[in-house]
Structure formats: structure tokens, C-alpha cells
């Protein structure tokens, strides 16, 4: 049996928020956008069935359609890993081949806008999957009295290595065309393939740290792992209706964390094309993002428990709420404002983030961890789907991206108004699981 509150699988467990996070920080946040849409995409745009996309277009295109995908796999992913007892193992075949994927990205140049998409995918697909097994095993390492504490943790972790690595990549991309007589665009490439090289280092020392013991597998003789999963989560989904108040969180979570991915994945872009930031720029608005959001996550460990899980979660959704609104504003070529929105999200985010997941965690049955947390991360993935899509559909039919925010800010509200039915001090016991079954 799994220890709980070991310190030392806590730690390792935090260590891969920090190692993942330069992929999620660097290459997805502040730089491989910039240098897709700045780089890799032809000045004209990319033409699709007779039609000129922008690069910005192109991405909030491709990350609906990569998420859309995942949200069909990745539950089965899950409860596989459930029925075979090989969590840890998937965990680290997804963490070891999304790091490894990440790091060709070097290879990516101009015009090659079909193989820097297809290694999207792929670096994508084992972040995902890996996210999956990363938030199944928090439930094993804590109590209900550390899950807030630890949930917090891991993120604050995350945002602390993830600026760290965004700040060394920003000495690369600073340093590289006067000492090392390189242009910016291939410091860039250097800067995301050191970042894909952290995640896999960084990972092989999380795993070191963290000792969990998997279940007893079912008899392989007797299953068929990948049909069992997919009948394993229809009837889960089935199940949820039984309890109105997991099911309103899922769908209250669906709604506001889709708001809060899409000012996260569209950022970058956004900055680059429509308020035309420059590279360092756009870096350095990343980097005040994530150390605020360092000091956000904690601070909303302190606050679960003194105003309340749902209070918490309200202030982080208003505070995306104003933010996602402000940029609108901004005027081109401004940094000024967006650093006080780059504060903001900050805040935001790290909160938002930490709660939900603890939130949800501590309402599942136990031995369920693997397949409900396959749903909490699809939903995640889910919910990052629309809000992309949303903003380039917006974006390309009004020829006007900053038209596409105050779309994008229905998603909160939505999503507030869903929370408020939610009761946070239920959980769902064994014993009704099981008579659910």
C-alpha cells in the first residue's frame, strides 16, 4: 500500500509540474507560438481548401482539433490503466515520449507548418496522457486534510520551474545573435529543444522520488483492456448523473476552465499579431505570469481553507473575467498594460488551477482515481477545445481577432453561474459507487 503524506513521494510527485511545465510555459506559451506564427508560417498565411489563414488562425485551429481528439482517447486511457495496474507505467511512457517529441520541434523551419503541427500532436498527445496518470496518483500520496496543500504545491512548483526554464530560454534568445552570431529564429528552436530536454531530465529525477504501489490487476485472460475501458466510461458517464453535484462541478469546470485555456493558449499569438509584441517582450509578460501565479497558487492553498473551496474559485474566475475583457483595450506595440494583465492572469491561474483539481478529487470514490481522473483530465483538454476554435472562427470571419474576447468571456460567466449550484463538502462514498454500479 502507498504511504500517505510521505514526503518524499510528495516531492517527487510536485518535481513533474516542474519538469513539464517548461514544455507548457516555453514552447506551448511564450515562444513556439510567436515562432509559429512569426516564423514557420509563410507572411501570406497558410491556405487550406482555397482559403489564407493567419498564423494565429492556424493554431487556435489546431489546438481545438488536437484536444478534440484527445478528449475521445484519453478516458480509455485512464481506466485501462486502472484494470491493468500499470498507472506508473503509462505515466512514464507518456511523460518520457511527449519530452522526447517536444524536443524535435528544433526541426521545424520556415514553411514547414504540417510537420511543426504533427509534432504539436505528438508532444501534445504525452503531455495529455500524462496528465491523466499525474493527477490518478494525488489521491493515493495525501489525506483529505494535505490534498489542498499538496494540489497547490505541485502547481506552485510548476510555475516556479516553468519560469525558471522561460527565464534561461530568454537568455538563449537574448544572448544567442551577439555571442554566438545566431539569428533569433534558430535561438528560438535552441530555446524550445532545451525546453523539451528539461521536461525528460526533470522527469527521470520526479520518478526516482515517488514510491506508489500499483493494485492488483484483473486476470488478462479474462479482459479485453481496450474495449473494458470504453464500457468503463460510458457507464461512468452514466453513473455521474446519480450525483447532481459532481456532475454540476464537471460542467461548471467544462465552461470556465475553457475561458481560462483559451487566454492561456491564445496569448502568445494575440500579443504577437494583433498588439505586435516582439519576442522579448512577450517573454518577459510569460515570466511575470508565472511567478505570479507561483505566489497565486499558494496563496489560494491559504485561502481554500479560510474563505471557503467555492469563494476561492470565485475570485480567480472574476479575475480571468477582467482580464480576458481588458486586453481588448490594449493599444499596439503597449507592454505596459499587458504586464498589469499578465499580473492578473497571474493571480488567476494558479488559484484556478489548484482548487479545481483538489476540489474534485476529494469527491471521488476510492479505487476509482485512474478513471475519474481520466475524465477530470479530458475535461481539461475538453474544455481548452472550444475557446481556440471559437477565436479563430471569430477571428477569420470578422477580420478582427480583439471581436473574439468578449466571446471568449461568456465561458466565465456561464461557468460562475453553474459553480454556485455546486455543494463542495459532498463526496461520493464506496458504498454508493458501488450501489451505483
Not at 124 to 129: C, E, H
Amino acid at each position: 500500500m502507498t504511504e500517505k503524506n510521505d514526503k518524499k513521494t510528495i516531492f517527487g510527485w510536485s518535481m513533474y509540474d516542474w519538469a513539464k511545465s517548461a514544455y507548457e510555459t516555453t514552447t506551448l506559451g511564450a515562444i513556439m507560438p510567436v515562432y509559429f506564427v512569426s516564423v514557420v508560417v509563410p507572411a501570406e498565411g497558410f491556405s487550406f481548401r482555397g482559403n489564407l489563414y493567419t498564423g494565429a488562425e492556424v493554431w487556435g485551429f489546431a489546438i481545438g482539433s488536437a484536444l478534440f481528439i484527445f478528449f475521445l482517447i484519453m478516458p480509455t486511457i485512464g481506466a485501462i490503466g486502472d484494470f491493468t495496474a500499470s498507472r506508473m507505467r503509462l505515466f512514464k511512457s507518456f511523460a518520457y515520449g511527449g519530452a522526447i517529441f517536444s524536443s524535435t520541434f528544433f526541426f521545424a523551419t520556415s514553411g514547414d507548418v504540417v510537420l511543426a503541427l504533427t509534432i504539436y500532436f505528438l508532444a501534445q498527445f504525452g503531455a495529455t496522457g500524462s496528465n491523466v496518470f499525474y493527477d490518478s496518483v494525488l489521491k493515493d500520496i495525501t489525506t483529505e486534510d494535505t490534498i489542498d496543500k499538496v494540489s497547490a504545491q505541485g502547481y506552485a512548483l510548476g510555475y516556479l520551474g516553468g519560469g525558471l526554464q522561460l527565464l534561461l530560454s530568454l537568455a538563449i534568445i537574448e544572448l544567442g545573435p551577439g555571442m554566438l552570431g545566431i539569428n533569433t529564429a534558430l535561438a528560438s528552436r535552441i530555446a524550445i529543444t532545451f525546453a523539451g530536454l528539461w521536461w525528460l531530465l526533470f522527469s527521470i529525477f520526479s520518478f526516482s522520488r515517488m514510491k506508489i504501489d500499483e493494485q492488483k490487476p484483473i486476470d488478462k485472460q479474462q479482459i479485453n483492456y481496450f474495449s473494458q475501458g470504453w464500457k468503463t466510461n460510458l457507464n461512468t458517464l452514466k453513473k455521474i448523473r446519480r450525483f447532481p453535484f459532481l456532475l454540476y462541478f464537471l460542467v461548471a469546470y467544462l465552461f470556465y476552465w475553457d475561458g481560462a485555456q483559451t487566454v492561456i493558449n491564445m496569448a502568445g499569438p494575440f500579443f504577437s499579431e494583433v498588439l505586435l509584441l516582439d519576442q522579448t517582450q512577450i517573454i518577459i509578460v510569460y515570466l511575470i505570469v508565472q511567478f505570479i501565479a507561483f505566489g497565486g497558487a499558494r496563496l489560494a492553498g491559504y485561502l481554500a481553507g479560510r474563505i471557503g473551496q467555492k469563494n476561492t474559485l470565485f475570485f480567480t474566475i472574476i479575475l480571468f473575467f477582467i482580464a480576458g475583457n481588458s486586453a481588448f483595450f490594449v493599444p499596439e506595440k503597449q507592454i505596459f498594460p499587458v504586464i498589469i494583465i499578465g499580473v492578473i492572469v497571474g493571480m488567476g491561474m494558479g488559484g484556478l488551477q489548484s482548487v479545481s483539481r483538489s476540489v474534485y478529487a476529494t469527491m471521488l470514490p476510492k479505487g476509482s482515481e485512474g478513471e475519474f481522473m481520466g475524465f477530470f483530465s479530458v475535461i481539461s483538454r475538453f474544455s481548452a477545445i472550444w475557446g481556440p476554435l471559437i477565436y479563430s472562427f471569430v477571428s477569420s470571419s470578422t477580420g478582427n481577432p480583439r471581436l473574439s474576447l468578449p466571446v471568449i468571456s461568456l465561458f466565465f460567466v456561464v461557468g460562475f453561474i453553474l459553480l454556485r449550484r455546486v455543494d463542495m463538502d459532498s463526496q461520493i462514498s464506496e458504498e454508493e459507487w458501488l450501489s451505483a454500479n
